[in-house]
């Protein structure tokens, strides 16, 4: 396996999903300062369209699309070669969150998951690879999650999505780096994002348990998510295969590692109450990640 030269940010051209708020808006100003033209894409119209305002020095086009919809994005991705056939910087980084055991999640809502963090990354990543693969010393970038190196109860729908997502960028590194695509898997701990707030709750979870279990959550989210974003890029031009944030990711990776099917056990008895929040099962909110 070849050992690629490290990443040029300046005068390459970066897609960037879920760049309305959080790391992926976080992301975008880091790109824009060190160059990089930018094409975001979030389904927040207006955020959006606010983010890239604050841009200057670079150009900076902007997609509003549902990545839910993911056969939407063959028609997206075609609309973004067409205007920026030369594309370096791939970053999958939009992501959303469902509290719920597996047996309150409905089959409709693990599948909403599934689309938005795993099916719809898969998909750009295809559709704009023959773009990367022309660009020498391209890049991908998958944000993943604590939820990708740990798997708690009360998460299994964004577990699995975020364990898949995990999975196909490992593969994914190992086929491109002989053909000079690197391949980056972010895996955040708390990181002070929106998260918490828009996520969805399983239908059968009671209101009431919901809104405690969001507030809580809330909670843990204190890694801002600036620093989040300074990180990824520095990973990213390092040609890092994985970059984990916050002692909140590498601590229970760690204990993965160590502990393979106890983990959580441990965790309860090193921390009981940090594991009960970091475990916290429906109803509540969210995952610790963008």
Known sequence: ???????????????VTGAASGMGEQVAYGLARRGCHLVLLDRDAERLKAVASRITGVDVDTVVVDLADVAALDGVAARIVADHPWITLLVNNAGVALGGTFDQVSAEEFDWVLAVNLRAPVALTRLLLPTLLASPGS???????????????????YSTSKFGLRGFSESLRHELADRGVGVTSVHPGGIRTRIAETARV?????????????????????????????????????????????????VPDLLARLFPTSYMAVMNRLSPSTARNAQRRAPTGSAPRP
Not at 215 to 238: C, H, N, R, S
């Open 202 to 250: 399983a239908a059968a979870a009671s209101e009431a348990d919901a809104e405690a279990g969001k507030a809580g959550f809330a909670k843990l989210l204190t890694y801002p998510a600036d620093k989040a974003a300074e990180q990824i890029l520095a990973g990213v031009e390092k040609r890092k295969g994985r970059v984990l944030i916050a002692w909140t990711a590498v």
């Open 139 to 157: 890049h991908v970038v998958n944000v993943s999650s604590l939820f990708g190196l740990i798997g708690p109860p009360g998460q299994t729908a």
């Open 1 to 15: 396996m070849s050992q690629l030269p490290r990443f040029t940010f300046r005068g390459g051209t970066a897609v």
